[in-house]
């Protein structure tokens, strides 16, 4: 397909609400739990309210159960300031991503709303965020994810808390036991829905539309999207996806072999004879430092999933919205080898450790070369396809294959300049773009800010109509138009130093991994005769 390339056109696209004067909605708000002050934005044409409560405190007795709903309070609640963020490792200090989150504390299930709107009447599209951080780290309330710049287009925006680590993901047969859906595990994902449905029932006091809810996220937010649109408990919640590098079509572990684990795991603590008692009176940073990355996985539990999320696709039951999927050229920069470095023959090595009968095809895929830095290279490629690309691929083929509703895929190059040229296009490295904010340490450009003008309006245009062309503004037609995905052309709206529509992008990488990845997926149950 021929390459489709226009000049980026500042404030072409998503112009809504950035010349208002208007003061935005006033207080106080009114939702289930009782009266809500919040606090003007940067800008009175928005209204912020932060750390407001969508479940109970999930401590004590409540440490391991799905999510309760929040008491209720007197008077009038000043939600003014970041709720507390989950209990999480702290992120190192010197980190790309910026400095640990707000106060930690199991008390976190809050979430943060920006809104434009004057009045309840508004009925503006809503837009929820989930947080990535491999479900270990994280917090709605981070810097990054403010919602200022975005609800400025038009949109409500809501950002969300949920449980991380052992808390949110603690499968045991006594919890199993304990649930009236006989499920365990999978409470990061219970508090996800909750949230949602708090939003469906309160959302109108800020003057959005509970009709119109876009879910969107990044790596593990992402992955949540694709699960949220898998669960059934999730239907009818959203309306529209967005997905950004991040998918669990792969091989899902069942609760038998998560409660294993969780075994293993409350051994590894001490808790052997009432084990429940004994886990729920552990201090929060004994079980941190009792967690390993084993045990944290999402699982087919029977409720939240009753199927992997690839065979709930394969047979079309997911929940059916317009979805926009995609990933960033240099995903794996922030991945290196365990050792920092990496040898031809060593990457060899490893492939066929790996890969087996198919490491030929993949070092066909992403050959060594005969340096260091060119094994290196392959290696950062192999993980941007094998654990980012090929999901977002998948998801945007399954949504045409057993949907009915539109799918646009995007590829993200934008390399940011100084200190970011070293990482490139890294993990993660859009939501400066999407937010509007630019937060990390990179010294951004305008041509940057042009960018996340455009990417920022794409993302609140498929809010608003469930297309991301879509734009109030005459001026639109200048804005290049993002073309529905088409397995057979493998598009994408290449999103970087240009704005441009490409086709069959890392197409032999990715390619690789679908064939290696269908090999890992049972045969078909075959019927006996009767």
Not at 258 to 276: I, M, N, P, W, Y
Request: hydrophobic fraction near 40%; glycine fraction near 10%.
């Amino acid at each position: 397909m021929r390459a489709i390339r226009r000049t980026l056109c500042l404030g072409t696209l998503g112009l809504a609400l950035g010349s208002q004067s208007v003061a935005a909605i006033s207080d106080p708000v009114r939702v289930e739990q009782g009266q809500l002050a919040g606090a003007d934005g940067r800008s009175p044409d928005v209204r912020v309210y932060r750390g407001v409560p969508f479940a109970a405190p999930p401590v004590g007795a409540l440490r391991w159960k799905p999510p309760e709903p929040a008491p209720y309070w007197q008077g009038v609640r000043q939600a003014t300031q970041i709720g507390n963020a989950c209990p999480q490792p702290p992120f190192p200090a010197n980190g790309l991503y910026g400095t640990s989150p707000p106060p930690i504390s199991e008390d976190c299930l809050n979430l943060n709303i920006w809104t434009p709107a004057k009045s309840a009447d508004d009925r503006l599209p809503v837009m929820v965020w989930i947080h990535g951080g491999g479900f270990e780290h994280g917090s709605g309330g981070a810097i990054g994810y403010d919602g200022e710049n975005l609800a400025r287009k038009g949109v409500v925006v809501v950002t969300i808390n949920y449980r991380l680590g052992i808390l949110g993901f603690l499968a045991l047969p006594e919890l199993e036991a304990e649930s009236p859906d006989h499920a365990a595990g999978n409470y990061a994902l219970m508090d996800q829905i909750a949230a949602l449905r708090w939003v469906q029932r309160n959302i109108t006091a800020f003057g959005g539309d509970p009709v119109r809810v876009t879910i969107f996220g990044e790596s593990a937010g992402s992955v949540s999207v694709n699960i949220l649109m898998a669960s059934p408990l999730a239907q009818g919640l959203f309306s529209r996806a967005i997905g950004e590098s991040g998918g669990s079509f792969g091989p899902m572990p069942s609760l038998a072999d998560a409660e294993k684990g969780g075994r293993q795991f409350a051994s590894k603590c001490g808790a052997t004879e009432d084990v429940l008692k004994s886990l729920r009176a552990k201090s929060v940073d004994d079980l941190l430092r009792a967690t390993t990355e084993d045990d944290v996985q999402i699982i087919v539990d029977g409720w939240v999933l009753p199927q992997s999320v690839y065979t709930i696709f394969a047979e079309g039951k997911q929940n059916d919205v317009p979805i926009i999927v995609g990933n960033n050229a240099s995903e794996g920069t922030i991945f290196p080898p365990p050792t920092g470095s990496l040898s031809a023959q060593e990457f060899a090595d490893q492939a066929h450790r790996r890969y087996g009968a198919f490491a030929k095809q993949f070092l066909e895929a992403y050959p060594a070369g005969s340096s260091d830095q060119e094994a290196i290279a392959a290696y950062f490629e192999s993980i941007r396809d094998g654990q980012f690309g090929w999901e977002m691929r998948f998801w945007a083929r399954m949504a045409t294959e057993t949907g009915h509703r539109r799918a646009y895929r995007y590829y993200f190059s934008r390399v940011p300049p100084g200190s970011g040229e070293r990482l490139g296009a890294f993990h993660g490295s859009e939501l400066a773009y999407v937010f509007e904010n630019f937060p990390y340490r990179i010294s951004y450009q305008g041509a940057d800010k042009q960018l996340g003008e455009f990417i920022s309006g794409y993302w609140a245009n498929f809010a608003r109509t469930g297309d991301p062309n879509a734009t109030p503004d005459p001026k639109g037609a200048n804005v290049p138009t993002w073309p529905i995905y088409s397995p057979t052309k493998d598009n994408v709206l290449e999103l970087g130093d240009q704005v441009s529509v490409q086709s069959h992008v890392n197409a032999a990488g990715l390619d690789f991994v679908d064939v290696y990845n269908r090999s890992l997926r049972p045969p078909p149950a075959t019927k006996t005769a009767p």
